[in-house]
């Protein structure tokens, strides 16, 4: 029998999942989406409205829990707030500024084995080099080949839970 969560549509906030998954202790709601007892939460950070729609349609499709963020400000308290497994951070004009926020999440111990995927327009080696020195776990040009952007989030989430397996168990030996 599956998890399934709920949406309450006169919940004051978008975002008020049903109480058993908001409410969780710690790290206890992120390690039952990596655990695949529900499904992987992304914050998508898009700054152009379509694309952040279409993005976000398509990842639901996929079968992922997905939150936005269209700029620098929210990107940060979000992440801290809802822990996602994998932050889609879309480079814009601003790039600095992603890779602030990059190098800043990565220093979060609670953020440390979320993945970060950068979107970008830029498919020069000094960018690609500059986003993955700043934390980024990858880098996608866009325009977005969709097929690889689905192996390579599954990918990365499935190398995430062994990590997260390998340390639990390690903490018991």
């Known amino acids: 029998m599956g998890m399934f969560l709920t949406i309450d549509e006169s919940c004051s906030s ?8 908001i409410t969780m202790p710690g790290g ?3 390690n039952a989406r990596r655990a695949g007892m529900s499904p992987s939460l992304i914050l998508l950070v898009e700054e152009d409205a379509d694309t952040r729609m279409m993005m976000k349609y398509l990842l639901e ?3 992922y829990q997905v939150i936005e963020a269209e700029n620098d400000d ?3 308290r979000m ?3 809802y822990r996602p497994d994998v932050i889609l951070l879309s480079l ?7 890779f602030a926020a990059s190098r800043r999440m990565r220093e979060v111990p609670t953020l440390e084995q979320a993945v970060i995927i950068f979107v970008s327009g830029h498919s020069d080696e000094k960018t690609r080099d ?3 020195a700043s934390g980024g776990n990858d880098y996608l040009v866009k325009p977005i080949d969709f097929g690889v952007l689905e192996k390579t989030l599954e990918n990365h989430l499935k190398v995430n839970v062994k990590s997260k397996e390998t ?3 390690g903490k018991f030996l």
């Open 14 to 21: 978008p975002l008020d999942f049903s109480k058993e998954v």
């Open 28 to 30: 206890l709601q992120q």
């Open 61 to 63: 499709i996929w079968n």
């Open 74 to 76: 929210e990107v940060f």
């Open 79 to 81: 992440a801290i707030h």
């Open 92 to 98: 814009n004009a601003k790039k600095t500024e992603r």
């Open 130 to 132: 500059a986003a993955l």
């Open 167 to 169: 340390t639990t168990v």
